[in-house]
């Protein structure tokens, strides 16, 4: 089994091809949606995601916030739901840090929502620290300081979902 140490190095090294060959269209974007579905579940099962896998997605959500918000609303697609926290910790614990601010992002979201404050509020700070422009950390910063609810952020989440979901599929929502 490959250790975090070794899957970052290789992450690292995948990383520059596919921030090179990340194309933002429609096809792209419905392919790694649904890589990450199949590699979620096949976590689940105790395979770890490949380095190529990690460095396109990270990619992706650097480039589309359609693709960042899709992350987001993993938490209300029931089948992969219980796996999407381990998937988003490893995926975020592997990535550089300037690579993994819209993961990170994202993870703090879901450890906020499990009553993990403080951990939550520290994760923002880190992604604040490397990328202090970073709309959506700020948006968060402010959010977990005012004390907001735990399941505000994931009915957020899951309301925007479906429309998140036909933006990447380009199709209309009902």
Known sequence: MITAKELRAEVLLALPDA???YKDNKETNVR???E?????????DGIIPNANHIAELASAVNENIQMRDFLMGLRSE?????YVYQYLELVGGVLIKEAAVPVVTVFSTYLYEIGEKEAAQNLIQDVLETN???SLAR??????????PTDMLANMAK?????VLANIYEKETA
């Open 36 to 44: 990450v579905r199949a590699t979620i579940k096949d976590l689940a």
């Open 132 to 134: 202090p422009k970073y």
């Open 139 to 148: 948006l968060l910063e402010q959010t977990y300081k005012s004390d907001a």
């Open 32 to 34: 790694i949606v649904e």
């Open 78 to 82: 029931e089948a992969i739901a219980p």
């Open 19 to 21: 921030i090179s060959n």
């Open 159 to 163: 309301e925007l979902h479906k429309s």
